[in-house]
């Protein structure tokens, strides 16, 4: 099966600590929140989408969050970013730790991202639990590959 033809369906998530993807807001207790393959999506963000989604508009090349924007509401928005990167970079690692739990080597997981596997190693091996006794040999070889 092609892997986009595959779709991940949007999960009920607990609110604490995540970040909109959409408008950047934190969630806290009473906030609904549903989530799926690396974004957070606050529930007044997924009304806003239904709307504009089923609204029957058409899509404005030229409309840009940031084109009204003061400096201070422009700067004021980048920890916002910050914070939303942070949660996919943390979702990444955990569909990492998946792979290497269900045994896919560190090469096979750099080819998915394009990049070697010493590359994928380093950047992600640190911070994931212990490697698996079949592929302890990969943590001390140097890699030449690609």
Same mark, same amino acid.
């Given at each position: 099966?092609?892997?986009?033809?595959?779709?991940?369906?949007?999960?009920?998530?607990?609110? #604490?600590?995540?970040?909109?993807?959409?408008?950047?807001? $934190?969630?806290?207790?009473? =906030?609904?929140?549903?989530?799926?393959?690396?974004?957070?999506?606050?529930?007044?963000?997924?009304?806003?989408?239904?709307?504009?989604?089923?609204?029957?508009?058409?899509?404005?090349?030229? =409309?840009?969050?940031?084109?009204?924007?003061?400096?201070?509401?422009?700067?004021?928005?980048?920890?916002?970013?910050?914070?939303?990167?942070?949660?996919?970079?943390?979702?990444?690692?955990?569909?990492?730790?998946?792979?290497?739990?269900?045994?896919?080597?560190?090469?096979?997981?750099?080819?998915?991202?394009?990049? $070697?596997?010493?590359?994928?190693?380093?950047?992600?091996?640190?911070?994931?639990?212990?490697?698996?006794?079949?592929?302890?040999?990969?943590?001390?070889?140097?890699?030449? #590959?690609?």
């Amino acid at each position: 099966m092609d892997p986009f033809e595959r779709r991940e369906r949007p999960l009920l998530l607990t609110p #604490e600590g995540k970040t909109c993807s959409m408008c950047g807001r $934190t969630g806290g207790a009473g =906030d609904r929140m549903v989530g799926g393959f690396g974004v957070v999506v606050c529930a007044d963000c997924v009304a806003d989408a239904h709307r504009l989604v089923t609204g029957g508009a058409e899509p404005d090349a030229a =409309d840009v969050p940031w084109k009204d924007r003061s400096q201070a509401e422009i700067l004021e928005t980048l920890p916002r970013i910050v914070a939303a990167s942070r949660q996919m970079e943390r979702f990444l690692f955990t569909w990492v730790a998946v792979a290497r739990q269900s045994g896919i080597s560190w090469a096979h997981i750099g080819r998915t991202l394009g990049v $070697t596997r010493q590359a994928a190693w380093e950047r992600f091996a640190k911070r994931l639990p212990d490697v698996p006794a079949a592929d302890q040999d990969v943590a001390e070889e140097v890699v030449t #590959e690609q």
